[in-house]
């Protein structure tokens, strides 16, 4: 049979409150009150840890936010007055992005793309910065911080995508701000000059390094690595160049008006043919 343990604590019967007031002499009601403050401070104590962990928890998540949040200030619209390029190659370092068995990692291509775009904007006397200029980890963050501290600028992050079914290929250039929509819509035109080339449309999005910009900011997909057809045109310097050009001459476009850029004899030999018949914008895929 279980047995009560009888608590005794906070209990005053007869006996001890006669013996308890024969000696101290003092009324009843100082029992009470004495047994009163005892069971507060045990219920106190009792209680304390549980109310220490929340209010641990609740600062542990102030400071995790405060850290991971950028200032964010009004974006200037310098569509058409910037001055510096910053070209921004996805992925690098431990980050391979897309990896495909048709295509090479995408933080390869995208890196030999941005460095062709950069040469190319630098040839047309614009000045630029690049995220980074070899195969090295550079957090979103950082990207950001780049990004921001230049004047009259703009962003352009160079990406391929992924998909897991290996038919979808084509283009698409994504924006967040409205500042950014004209130049997105550019460079998704002058990709379309390329030979077979699918439009995926211009679509709007939330990734950070959009987001957070205080310039017009653009992240270019320059097709899927899971398809058989553009992870083998990746692997080709002179398709990677023709890729850069197209960039390059909507951005200058953008900035001094059409006819000013002139492409590499290479490039410019090439006679742009009709878009495939499948060139209207399809549905975005989901970024990887």
Known sequence: MQQHKKQVLFVCDRREITRWQA?????????FRKNFWRKRYFLLLTRMPRLISRA????????????????????????????????DAGHGGKDNGAYRRYGPPE???ALD?????ERNLRESQLKTVMTRSSDVFIPLNDRVAIENSQKKAI?????????????????????????????ANRIQSKLMTIPHSMNR???????RV????????????????SNRSEGNQARDAE??????ERIAEAIVEQRYGPGVYHASPQVAAAQPQPASPGSEPTPPAVHH
């Open 23 to 31: 000696k101290s002499r003092r009324p009843l009601g100082a029992c």
């Open 56 to 87: 641990l928890a609740i600062a542990f998540v102030a400071s995790l936010g405060a850290c991971t949040t950028v200032p964010r200030t009004a974006i200037k619209d310098t569509s058409r007055t910037f001055t510096t390029v910053v070209v």
């Open 107 to 109: 933080k390869i291509v």
């Open 113 to 117: 793309v941005a460095q062709r775009l």
């Open 155 to 183: 962003f352009v992050s160079i990406h391929f995508n992924d998909s897991r079914r290996r038919g979808i290929h084509g283009f698409e250039t994504y924006y967040h701000s409205g500042t950014s929509a004209e130049l």
């Open 201 to 207: 449309g211009v679509h709007t999005a939330n990734f």
């Open 210 to 225: 959009l987001r957070l910009a205080y310039y017009p900011a653009v992240l270019v997909e320059c097709g899927f690595l």
């Open 239 to 244: 398709y990677r160049e023709l890729l850069s």
